[in-house]
Nanobody, 129 residues
């Protein structure tokens, strides 16, 4: 069973930066992080969960929601089994629980929750105005 663990959430002010990290382990199968495309989703208070960004297995392709394009950067280090989300120029509208997600499918389809196979437990990001 793949396990995803997010870290790095917190309370920041508008305009600040914050980095999230997702550590992925798949000890039972022995697969490495490189076997999975990874995405970040978020769920703002009182709203549905939405896709934020995705990255391909080798990190060569990245995809972003329009709302975060140019401000957020997704990256991965397969040697350390981690995926990061660097968030700059944060806005109060970025306030949400952020979830890490993994799939054995292409990163191009990971904007759709139905293609996500594994989820982390989430980490809270709060941006004050």
């Amino acid at each position: 069973q793949v396990q995803l663990k997010e870290s790095g959430g917190g309370l920041v002010q508008a305009g600040d930066s914050l980095g999230l990290s997702c550590r992925i382990s798949d000890a039972p199968s022995g697969r490495s992080l490189a076997a999975y495309a990874v995405a970040w989703f978020r769920q703002p208070p009182g709203k549905a969960r939405e896709w934020v960004a995705a990255i391909s297995r080798n990190g060569g392709s990245t995809f972003y929601a329009d709302s975060v394009k140019g401000r957020f950067t997704i990256a991965r280090d397969n040697a350390k089994d981690t995926v990061s989300l660097q968030m700059n120029s944060l806005k109060p509208a970025d306030t949400a629980v952020y979830y890490c997600a993994a799939s054995s499918l292409s990163a191009q389809v990971m904007d759709l929750e139905k293609y996500v196979r594994f989820w982390g437990q989430g980490t809270q990001v709060t941006v004050s105005s």
